[in-house]
């Protein structure tokens, strides 16, 4: 179904249970599960939150501006795409990150040809940094890197199996769907992904695979065309 993805991860997934920090079989687990969809002949970026190290908004009001606040989120994606492609190399895969504010030698500079290359060759390209300004989620910035690259869609791994009528983890009668459209989901306020990154994928169009990343095999099962999680489309 989908040949080229961009896989989106919070930065709470490579916490753990207690979604801080860098968890080790956290980190093994993502690796290999992007491991064996590479294997099998797919191309996958992937774009990490930092929520696990800092988020900007809980800056604010804290002794952070906002501007400095989101800076220092975007280091913390930086981070958790060093620790990721670091557990991607010992599986086997090559793996390469870039930013998008230059950080050489620690990083390349985020060139979309360059992040193309790397996935025809049969790597991953882990796009970190956000978009490089402020006040724009890893949300946005994994949909406007969805688009550069011609993703096929953006898959985004979370502690639910999709999307529902109301937060499962609160509301017991929660209702989930296995395919809505962009529409339904601003008319009926479902928080897929804030409305910068909503809109950026409406534009594309570029479908949103909402699934539970914690479910084994599922990232390499929705690749080979399984009805996983909520599919979310123009």
């Avoid at 896989?7 to 920090?21: C, I, N, R």
């Avoid at 975007?74 to 870039?98: K, Y």
């Avoid at 409305?195 to 699934?211: D, H, K, M, N, S």
């Amino acid at each position: 179904m989908y040949k080229r993805v961009l896989l989106k991860l919070s930065g709470e997934s490579l916490g753990g249970v207690a979604g801080k920090g860098l968890d080790e079989e956290s980190l093994l687990k993502f690796a290999q599960e992007i491991a064996s969809s590479v294997r099998a002949g797919y191309q996958i970026a992937v774009v990490n939150g930092g929520g696990n190290i800092f988020r900007g908004l809980q800056g604010v009001g804290k002794g952070y501006d906002r501007v400095t606040g989101d800076r220092m989120g975007m280091l913390a994606t930086v981070i958790n795409s060093l620790a990721m492609a670091s557990a991607l190399r010992g599986q086997g895969v090559r793996a390469e990150v870039f930013t998008a504010t230059p950080m050489e030698p620690i990083a390349k500079g985020y060139v979309r040809e360059s992040a193309v290359k790397v996935l025809e060759e049969g790597g991953v390209a882990f796009i970190a940094g956000g978009t490089g300004n402020p006040f724009f989620s890893t949300d946005s910035g994994a949909a406007l890197r969805a688009l550069e690259i011609g993703a096929d869609a953006l898959l985004k791994g979370t502690r639910v199996d999709g999307v529902y009528t109301a937060d499962p983890e609160k509301d017991p009668n929660a209702v989930k769907y296995d395919e809505i459209t962009f529409d339904e989901c601003l008319i009926k306020h479902l928080k897929v992904m804030d409305q910068t990154a909503f809109a950026l994928c409406e534009q594309g169009p570029v479908p949103i695979v909402v699934f539970d990343i914690n479910t084994p095999g599922a990232l390499l099962r929705i690749l080979e065309g399984e009805k996983l999680g909520t599919v979310v489309h123009a």
